[in-house]
């Protein structure tokens, strides 16, 4: 749509959405104007399936197996030793973070407790209490504040996180989110050789195969993918998604395989909208969060959805 002489494009077909269909990762462009339109304008808006991301609230449900995938998703993000630079550098106060503790200031930011938490290994209890106060890298410096202990509102109160600054974002930003509910599950349908792989790095058990070692498992991965999704046409379940992990030689936890796929899903319920629009020299910024998951907020209105979160520039 948009005004005449408009022009509009859609971008690849994304994860299946909460109604079924396919298209949740979209882009929409416009300009031009009519003859008694005013300045010339354009817009850009895409939607980014936030179901597809690492959860990195780190308040899923341990029992049900969401915590471990939760804590497993961003170990597989930030394993590859080409961001060794971003935790082996010292901040300001002197303090340097490692992944583990990365993990660990994530759950204690939103845990209910003051205790600081340690990474386990084990899948069926990813944390444990650890013996120091959560709150000791707030307390350095001038601007002293307390873990929350809430979960996040928005991406940009991670910063607030001991261990996230900008060269963090810059990395990872458009691959982590905080908006999907505590019992969320990951949609196994990603579009990118790199998702995909951190959703096999998930699913794999044990967590460490040699055939995550081949620089080409990736891309033999995407290809088997989309061959099966008849490049992109169709959706994948969670058990086709470990069937095809185990013709390519890994091995998957026995609850990958159920119909429910543990912590995997086949379709998307939060999704974030940005749009930027231009009339002359003015020019605004929009992002949007909106859910469509009905255990996570009471929705507005049946098919519309529920806002999450709004920020204009």
Known sequence: GGPVGAT????PTGPTGPTGAT?????????????????????????????????????????TGILGAELSGLLALVVDPKWDALFDREDEEGMRTSRN???????????????????????????????????????????????KNARFDSLDELY???????AFMAAFGDRITVYPS??????????????????????AFPPSQPVFSDPSFATRLAKAVMDQRLGGLLTISPSQFASILQTLGVSVSSAAVQPQGG??????????IR?????????????????????????????????????ED
């Open 160 to 166: 607030m996180v001991q261990g996230i600054d900008d």
């Open 263 to 272: 912590a995997f899903t086949d379709r998307s319920f939060v999704f974030r």
């Open 8 to 11: 509009g494009a859609t971008g």
């Open 23 to 63: 298209g949740a990762v979209r882009v929409v462009e416009g300009g031009g104007a009519g003859p008694s339109a005013g300045p010339d304008g354009s817009f850009h808006a895409d939607v980014d399936d936030e179901d597809g991301k690492v959860n990195v609230q780190m308040d899923g449900l341990a029992l």
């Open 182 to 203: 505590q019992n969320a599950m990951m949609n196994v349908n990603a579009d990118t050789p790199e998702d995909l792989l951190r959703n096999a790095q998930i699913m």
């Open 101 to 147: 503790d990365l993990a660990a200031n994530l759950k204690d930011w939103v845990d209910p407790d003051s205790v600081q938490s340690a990474v386990t290994g084990l899948p069926s209890q990813p944390f444990e209490d650890g013996f120091g106060d959560e709150n000791l890298a707030y307390d350095r410096g001038a601007d002293r504040y307390r873990a």
């Open 275 to 311: 749009a930027i629009g231009n009339a002359g020299r003015v020019a605004s910024t929009v992002e949007a969060v909106v859910t469509f998951d009905p255990e996570q907020a009471p929705l507005d209105a049946p098919n519309l959805g529920r806002l999450l979160h709004w920020r």
